[in-house]
């Protein structure tokens, strides 16, 4: 049967409409699309990024060989009512055979190499003295950020400095997650009982968003993050403060706070360096994050909150409408008790 003219419209304009919707993902900057992976930050998401490229580039060849080949066979090649000879047959041709095996097989190879080039580059078995190891421990739903070399323990942002070579050991305290900075690369699967391993230069000083990127439960979606690279100079002095003591409140609100910290459960799970926690410089097994510098950071709550009085408030009111299935219990503060407690979580600089 000879396909209907309406047909051939409709699907042209589908065609027409699905590239013109590539084109335009690609549009805006990263202000507008913050989890854009098409605006490289890394070596890594350059690779990445040039591997997408060339797919993209290969594909569209394939895609007009076999339209121009479609279209022609519809007008050009088929039989028209009325046409006295019958279409011509052809049951056996070695060299299209060969051609149309070789071809394909040629195209997979130049995806192949590439692919696989970059996937030993971003794992390799041998780390440059200069190389900084991160650690990153992935809960349900927040990320733990250690640099162990500098004795940093942090939660949900990390700093890392531009132009040095990152090494990430991805490990999982319960499920598996996947750890992914769009603009910086990623995405890798963070799995219980194996360090996997991720390695890449940011190379443009920035804020830049993450995400968890494989489904772990009730608030995958809240299992967010930010890494902010840093110039050299900046890292040094995010790295000093980190490991400063905490802020001390004298008096008022936050010294009122810091009381209902340590007497309310908070100290349970939360470590705040000098005032309660393990002393160990890991806190694997603990449950919530290393708040010593928990006023510094943007964000709250897998960084789905912006860092203000009044988020911190409604996180400590009711954990589980922000995150739900969250294991921050609700510890029914109200009134002036929360009110200190913020003050004294948002002192601690
Ligand atoms: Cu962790 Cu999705």
């Not at 549009?27 to 992976?37: A, E, H, I, L």
């Amino acid at each position: 049967m000879r396909p209907q003219r309406g047909n051939n419209r409709f699907f042209g304009l589908l065609a027409a409409a699905a590239c013109l919707a590539a084109l335009l993902s690609g549009c805006g900057g990263d202000n507008v699309y913050p989890m854009t992976t098409l605006s490289q930050k890394s070596d890594l998401a350059s690779e990445v990024l040039w591997l997408f490229k060339e797919v993209t580039i290969l594909d569209s060849i394939v895609l007009v060989v076999v339209v121009v080949a479609w279209l022609g066979a519809i007008f050009f090649f088929s039989t028209r009512p009325g046409d006295s000879e019958a279409p011509s047959h052809k049951h056996a041709d070695l060299y299209l055979e060969v051609g149309w095996t070789l071809i394909p097989a040629l195209i997979l190879l130049a995806i192949t190499v590439p692919t696989v080039r970059a996937i030993i580059h971003t794992q390799p078995y041998d780390w440059s003295p200069d190389t900084l190891r991160v650690q990153v421990v992935a809960h349900q739903w927040w990320w733990e950020f250690h640099i162990p070399s500098l004795g940093v323990t942090t939660a949900d942002e990390l700093h890392i400095p531009a132009n040095r070579q990152i090494h990430f050991e991805l490990l999982s305290e319960d499920v598996i997650h996947s750890f992914f900075m769009p603009a910086l690369g990623g995405k890798r699967d963070v799995v219980p009982g194996q360090a996997n391993q991720l390695t890449l230069v940011a190379t443009v000083p920035g804020y830049y968003y993450g995400q968890c990127a494989e489904f772990c439960g009730a608030s995958h979606a809240n299992m967010r993050f930010r890494v902010i690279v840093d110039t050299p100079s900046d890292f040094d002095a995010w790295v000093a403060h980190q490991n400063s003591p905490p802020v001390k409140p004298t008096g008022g609100d936050a010294a009122a706070g810091a009381k209902i910290f340590a007497d309310a459960p908070c100290a349970i799970c939360h470590t705040i360096k000098g005032v309660s926690g393990f002393s160990k410089q890991y806190t694997y097994g603990f449950r919530g994050p290393d708040l010593t510098h928990f006023g510094s950071r943007t964000t709250l709550a897998g960084s789905i909150l912006d860092n203000t009085p009044d988020n911190v408030a409604l996180w400590i009111k009711n954990p589980d409408a922000v995150k739900p299935g969250a294991n921050m219990p609700e510890l029914g503060l109200r009134g002036k008790d929360l009110n200190d407690l913020v003050a004294y979580l948002e002192s601690l600089k």
